[in-house]
Structure formats: C-alpha cells, structure tokens
T-cell receptor, first 111, second 114 residues
C-alpha cells in the first residue's frame, strides 16, 4: 500500500549485528502491528502498538510508535539466523477502519 | 479453539472458472478481511467486513465478491478467474475497533490460475 511505506525493502546483515526497519504513514495511525513471515509460510504476530511513544519488546525485538503516531520502528538486537524472513507492518488508518499493510522488508542474516 | 480456518490450502483453476475461498473463525470476531500476497507487494486488502451484513472494498477489490451472512464466515468469490489472480490469499479476523486487538490470520490459500 502506498499509505504505509516500509524501509528498507531488503536488508542483509551479518549475524550478531543490530538492525532497524521503519514503517511510515502520512496519516495518524490508530493501531500499528508488526508481523513476521518465514518464506512461504504464514504470518506470526510480533507486537501491536496503540499509543504515541509506546514501546514494546519481545525477546530481542523492540518496536516503538512515535509520539505523532505516524511512524514505527522495529529494532532487532544481536540478530540470529532465526530472525530471517519478511517483516510486515500493518495499521488501522482510522477508528473502526480497515487494516492495511506495507510492502514488507525482506531480512537475510549472514552466518 | 481452531482460530481462523481457510479452505482449500491449494487450488488450480483455469481462466474463466469460478470458485469460492472459504474462511471461518470461531472467536466471535466482528472484523474479518481478505488479503492477497504477491512477491514484493506485501499484503493487499481485497475486501473487509466489520460485522454480519456489512462489507466494504479494500485496495484491490476488482474481480472478487464477498458476503457476510454470519459472524463466523466470510467467503471470497472469484466469479471468472484470471491469471492475474494467481496469488496467496489470507483471511484474517479481529475484534471490532480493530486497533484494540491483533489480526488473527489463517494459513493461506495458494491459488494458481492457468
């Protein structure tokens, strides 16, 4: 979707390195979701953010929603081969509105 | 709970054929939606519903019909399949006021139109 821009589109990092994926909207977001997808498989829910400034962590993955609720970042610390896959951000663009997704970021981890 | 169940898992159609992709959830979710996933395109919203009897178009609705006669079911119909509809289709559901809860996804249906 053009309404949600993810960057970078693709990322190759050495195992053990940190990385950040961004998700940006021109509109205020009413809920921001991060999902992970192993190649050729289903979607795994990572985190959901609702409030401006909110930050959540799960194992070595941290996601934050900025104060204006228009941008979110997902940060992986000390990356591992298990982190490889496609990361998708999704968002509700209005109250009780449809949920759309960005084009995804393909993450490759080099051993 | 079974969660979101999609059938079939795989389907091959010939151009012009029709079919229905089934989606059912047992979580009493008001919100249900259909996405298609193509390489490099992320998830694109086809149609969505905020409750029984209510449906609305998403980003790429052309060529697809939906209905929502019950809370549990949200079938997606292809009236005349085209090769451009070759894709992986995901159904998802959540509680209404969608930003309050995560989307629960089905395992997907891989459709090939020849």
């Amino acid at each position: 979707s053009q309404e949600l821009e993810q960057s970078p589109q693709s990322l190759i990092v050495q195992e053990g390195k940190n990385l950040t994926i961004n998700c940006t909207s021109s509109k205020t977001l009413y809920g921001l979701y991060w999902y992970k997808q192993k190649y050729g498989e289903g979607l795994i829910f990572l985190m959901m953010l609702q409030k401006g400034g909110e930050e959540k962590s799960h194992e070595k993955i941290t996601a934050k929603l900025d104060e204006k609720k228009q941008q979110s970042s997902l940060h992986i610390t000390a990356s591992q081969p298990s982190h490889a896959g496609i990361y998708l951000c999704g968002a509700a663009m209005g109250r009780d509105d449809k949920i759309i997704f960005g084009k995804g970021t393909r993450l490759h981890i080099l051993p | 709970n079974a969660g979101v169940t999609q059938t079939p898992k795989f389907q091959v159609l010939k151009t012009g054929q029709s079919m229905t992709l089934q989606c059912a959830q047992d979580m009493n979710h008001e919100y249900m939606s259909w996405y298609r996933q193509d390489p490099g395109m992320g998830l694109r919203l086809i149609h969505y519903s905020v409750g029984a009897g209510i449906t609305d178009q998403g980003e790429v609705p052309n060529g697809y019909n939906v209905s929502r006669s019950t809370t549990e079911d949200f079938p997606l119909r292809l009236l005349s399949a085209a090769p451009s509809q070759t894709s992986v289709y995901f159904c998802a559901s959540s509680y209404a006021g969608s930003y309050n809860s995560p989307l629960h996804f089905g395992n997907g249906t891989r459709l090939t139109v020849t």
